[in-house]
């Protein structure tokens, strides 16, 4: 999964974050989301929405009504996986991310990967900063 050195701005910033995560994606679960968009919101949150992110194991477990499982499982592998998350963004964009806030959804099937950064030494994002970077 090879993706730029930063740190990137604008769109460029956000193709690439989109890309990372879905690089991830497709590594460890062998399949790429249906849809994939990373937006910045204000200066400091950065925000990728994956959607048909779940396997088929996984639809068949929801199916049979056990959508715990998957949960339980997709939450551990997110806790594991944070650390990478993290460094990717953070080498991406130049800045230090604060927080990381990891969730998904089963109907419709969502995750969604947060990043809180330190303020930009900029002074602000662009508006060209603040828009989507969508695969």
């Known amino acids: 999964m090879a993706s730029p050195r930063g740190p990137l701005s604008g769109s460029e910033l956000l193709l690439a974050v989109t890309s990372a995560m879905v690089g991830f994606h497709y590594r460890y679960y062998h399949r790429e989301p249906v849809s994939a968009r990373t937006i910045l919101l204000g200066d400091d949150l950065l925000a990728c929405v994956l959607s048909g992110v779940y396997t088929d194991v996984e639809k068949t477990l929801i199916e049979v009504q056990r959508g715990t499982i998957v949960q339980e499982v997709r939450n551990a592998f997110q806790n594991a996986m944070q650390d990478r998350f993290i460094e990717a963004v953070e080498r991406l ?20 990967e947060l990043f809180f950064l330190t303020p930009a030494a900029s002074g602000g994002a662009t508006p060209e900063d603040r828009g989507t970077g969508e695969t």
Do not use: Q, W
Not at 101 to 112: A, K, R, T
């Open 93 to 112: 964009t130049g800045r230090t991310v604060l927080a990381f806030i990891s969730n998904h959804h089963v109907g419709p099937d969502i995750e969604i």
